[in-house]
Nanobody, 124 residues
């Protein structure tokens, strides 16, 4: 089992920045590909970004490319999502997730473990 706890969400004005963190406990963190997803009210959960086990490879959704950056610190068992140039369309609950294959999966069904989510609200 892997336990995931997100933090860093909040209310920010359009154009602002936030950094989300996801702390993992349980199994060996570096054995897992990590991902960030988000879900807005009335919408399906959507892929945001994923990072390989050692952090050498990343994948970002087109909607956030150039604005968001995923990273990880295996010594701290933590994955991050740096979000810049936020706009109201980024408002959602953000979830981190983990799975133990090597692929940078973009579908929620591929992930085995999930955090409880953290709310990000961007005001115009």
């Amino acid at each position: 089992q892997v336990q995931l706890v997100e933090s860093g969400g909040g209310l920010v004005q359009a154009g602002g920045s936030l950094r989300l963190s996801c702390a993992a406990s349980g199994r060996t963190f570096s054995n897992y590909v990590m991902g960030w997803f988000r879900q807005a009210p009335g919408k399906e959960r959507e892929f945001v970004a994923a990072i390989s086990r050692e952090g050498g490879s990343t994948n970002h959704a087109d909607s956030v490319k150039g604005r968001f950056t995923i990273s990880r610190d295996n010594a701290k068992n933590t994955v991050y999502l740096q979000m810049n140039s936020l706009n109201p369309e980024d408002t959602a609950v953000y979830y981190c997730a983990a799975h133990h294959t090597i692929e940078l999966l973009t579908t929620p069904s591929g992930y085995d473990y999930w955090g409880q989510g953290t709310q990000v609200t961007v005001s115009s």
